[in-house]
């Protein structure tokens, strides 16, 4: 499946986005889907998971309550709605995803390694 990510920009403290991870190749559904941001001169970080069928979602601490991961299989994407946007929370978000297959222990839903596919970010800014 290859992914794309799209909905960045540039917002104010407080603000909202929305980001979009659109799937071509193959129905997005048959994978789980993480979102990972990278800030400059920092490692990547986990962000949000969702599995395939979206009973599951799993999000990081720094962003719980704020943000939130969704899924629409008729249009093959999923999102990620994030509000009370913070300047820390400025970087480029990744999605990537999984098969559906593959279970994992849920202690490594958010090592990058366990992803198969990712998709070109999509620069977030937040300026305070």
């Known amino acids: 499946v290859q992914l794309q990510a799209s909905g960045g920009g540039l917002v104010q403290a407080g603000g909202s986005l929305r980001l979009s991870c659109a799937a071509s190749?193959?129905?997005?559904?048959?994978?789980?889907v993480a979102w990972f941001r990278q800030a400059p001169g920092k490692e990547r970080e986990f962000v949000s998971t969702?599995?395939?069928?979206?009973?599951?979602?799993y999000n990081s601490d720094s962003v719980s309550g704020r943000f939130t991961i969704s899924r629409d299989s008729a249009k093959n994407a999923v999102y990620l709605q994030m509000n009370s946007l913070k300047p820390e929370d400025t970087a480029v978000y990744s999605c990537?995803?999984?098969?559906?297959?593959?279970?994992?222990?849920?202690?490594?839903?958010?090592?990058?390694?366990?992803?198969?596919?990712w998709g070109q970010g999509t620069q977030v800014t937040v300026s305070s």
């Open positions: 990537a995803a999984r098969p559906r297959r593959t279970v994992i222990d849920p202690d490594l839903y958010t090592q990058s390694s366990q992803y198969t596919n």
């Open positions: 190749g193959r129905i997005l559904s048959s994978y789980h």
């Open positions: 969702i599995s395939w069928n979206g009973n599951t979602k």
